[in-house]
């Protein structure tokens, strides 16, 4: 079985789609993805499909979404439209021994086959070690490969309840760990200049995450732009103050002071008649080529 959430759910058997078009059984099919080959009790899809609780016949129903998830299966499984006859299929993979009953519950059996959420995972944790392990090169490349996984909005086109939207949620601080460690890797990696335009787009779709931003002003810093870097920390700062009333953490106001401090040394330099020489960047701001400097430690 081949299981795709990062992205439209899509979830194919002997290479044919077996995600319905009907709401609810989608619905139903993604909480079980979201729990591959383990059991999903009765009581955790009723929740789910009936947030308010469950109506009067809800059992009835939800056996006749099995019941339709397994016809897909079926149909997938004979490689043919699931209406038409297939003498003589095999029976040594059924659709009841994909989507399993068990005492209290169903369990989706993806017979080992390739899903994306773990894809994601494995090369995720292999980045996060080569970080820990001070080899940036692979981190970057590994984590890489994490994010190149996602098409879109985890579970896309699902109508999700309360299950769903915790493990979309999880799903979204993921990817956004992630994406900071990659973020973190290419400035160590000297690649401050190439990673402008795109930490750019990634603060104006998160205007209130504050990692993304202290990123993109340590890049902007690196590149003497550093009026930008102060209007990003404004930026962030009325976000914040808007959506919570909170104000930047003591980091973000250590690294706006760093850049004040930079900036006007810089202007000294250029119009202070008497000062013989220009600035001296502070190493950790300074553009980095082969040393590793984590950015972690740059506020």
């Known amino acids: ?51 308010s609780g469950a109506p009067r016949g809800a059992r009835v129903e939800l056996q006749s979404h099995i019941a339709e998830l397994r016809t ?21 993979r059924t659709a009841d021994a994909i989507l399993v009953s068990q005492p209290g519950g169903y369990r989706l059996d993806t017979g080992g086959g390739a899903n994306d959420v773990w894809q994601f995972e494995r090369a995720a944790g292999a980045g996060y070690r080569a970080m820990e392990a001070g080899d940036l090169s692979r981190a970057a490349i590994r984590l890489g ?101 909170m104000e930047p953490s003591a980091r973000l106001r250590r690294l706006q002071r760093s850049v004040l401090a930079v900036r006007n040394t810089a202007a000294r330099s250029v119009f202070g008649p008497r000062i013989p020489a220009g600035p001296r960047i502070p190493a950790q701001y300074a553009p980095v080529r082969s040393r590793l400097v984590p950015v972690g430690s740059l506020v």
């Open 1 to 51: 079985m081949d299981v795709r959430i990062l992205g439209g759910l899509s979830v194919r058997e002997n290479g044919v789609s077996i995600t319905p078009t009907a709401a609810a059984p989608r619905q139903l099919l993604a909480l079980l993805t979201a729990s591959a080959d383990q059991l999903v009790p009765v009581t955790v899809l009723a929740e789910e499909l009936w947030p």
């Open 145 to 245: 490969e994490a994010l190149a996984l996602w098409r879109g909005e985890p579970y896309a086109g699902v109508a999700a309840g309360p299950r769903l939207r915790r493990e979309i949620e999880r799903l979204e601080t993921s990817r956004l760990s992630v994406l900071d460690q990659w973020v973190e890797a290419q400035l160590g990696l000297g690649r401050h200049a190439e990673l402008l335009s795109e930490l750019s787009g990634l603060v104006a779709r998160y205007p209130t995450n504050e990692p993304l931003h202290a990123h993109y002003m340590v890049a902007l810093l690196r590149c003497d732009h550093h009026e930008e870097a102060l209007t990003v920390y404004e930026r962030l700062r009325a976000a914040l103050v808007g959506e919570s009333g």
């Open 72 to 92: 897909l299966i079926a149909g997938a499984l004979r490689g043919v439209d699931p209406a038409e006859p297939a003498p003589g299929w095999p029976d040594r």
